[in-house]
């Protein structure tokens, strides 16, 4: 879903990164891929690599738990990042490289 | 940056019921890899299976401190000259740090051998020494076991070089330790010795 998908989703996510109105998803555990949620990434560092980031580095599906939610994936510089919006709420599924 | 509250409601997806509403509650809640758990962190309970489906950046610095502290045993028997030649090249760094800088000091060796091919291949060599460590090994009998807990990023450079030497943790650990004497037990004035007096100051600090 580049384009405006793309521009929207950034600006949202980054609003998130700053202000720390984000979570994670879970699964009863901490999934240990997720260095956002282990401290092995900081937001700065995410903040980064999603501000040098366009449209060609990013995709979009459906959630497999609720396919009206889209999760948005971002692969820069080796970095992979997943996440999506919930109403309001930016929750993160996976950031690693 | 938002604090979330225990109590505080909020959303989030859940395998089983899809969207949900969810309450966060103070979890413990096990690390996906099966590596330990953190105690006591914020999470958000969902409200309808009872389990943990998202959680808050602020129970972060809690997760990092439980994945530090789950560490990982490392444990090898090796002919004692080898833990004589170890303890010999700890006690030449810093002798006040004696036998407490043999995990900070291997693993020294062993993370710059992960760190190019040619050190890869430089520790191979040395675990196949065919000198005076395996010439003592031979001829006494005498064992020593050394027992490490380390980091799971430690754990993981020692499984990738055991990977890419076809080499066990034990033999990659006598490599570690020919180096060591080669470079810091033999020669009159090792060449790392300020740099890694450094390093035992940081270990025992």
Redesign the interface.
């Known amino acids: 879903m580049p384009g405006t998908g793309f521009r929207e989703a950034k600006r949202r996510v980054l609003k998130a990164l700053v ?15 997720n260095g ?5 990434v900081t ?1 700065a560092e995410v903040i980064a690599v999603i501000g040098r980031s366009n449209g060609t580095h990013h995709t979009a599906s459906p ?1 497999h ?2 396919p009206s ?1 889209q999760v948005h994936v971002l692969r820069r510089d080796g970095w992979y990042m997943k996440f ?1 919006f ?2 309001e ?1 930016t ?1 993160f599924i996976s950031v690693h490289r | ?2 604090l979330y509250m225990p109590g505080e409601k ?6 089983q019921g ?2 949900v509403s969810t309450t966060f509650r103070y979890r413990d ?5 099966g ?1 330990g758990v ?1 105690r006591k962190i914020l ?2 309970v969902c409200d309808h299976c009872g ?8 129970s ?2 809690s ?2 401190a439980a ?1 530090r502290g789950a560490q990982v045993s490392i444990e090898a028997i090796l002919p004692a000259v080898y833990l004589d030649a170890l303890d010999l090249a700890c006690w030449r760094i810093d002798p006040e740090a004696s036998q407490e800088f043999r995990k900070p000091l291997l693993m020294h060796y062993l993370h710059g051998s992960s760190l190019s091919r040619a050190a890869t291949q430089r520790l191979a060599r040395a675990s196949r020494e065919t000198g005076p460590f395996s010439r003592a090994a031979k001829s006494v009998t005498e064992k020593k076991r050394l027992s490490m807990k380390v980091s799971p990023a430690m754990s993981r450079t020692v499984e990738r070089l055991a990977e890419a030497t076809s080499l066990s943790k034990t033999d990659l650990i006598k490599g570690a330790i020919v180096q060591i004497s080669e470079e810091i037990v033999g020669p009159e004035r090792p060449a790392q010795l300020d740099k890694l007096k450094s390093l035992a100051l940081f270990a025992n600090c």
């Open positions: 202000a720390g109105t984000y979570q994670h998803e879970a699964r009863s555990a901490i999934d240990v891929k956002l949620l282990t401290g092995a937001a959630h738990a609720d939610v999506y919930l109403d709420d929750v | 940056m938002k909020g959303r989030a997806l859940c395998e899809g969207r809640v096990p690390f996906s890899d590596s953190a999470a958000g389990k943990v489906v998202s959680i808050p950046p602020q972060t610095p997760i990092r994945r």
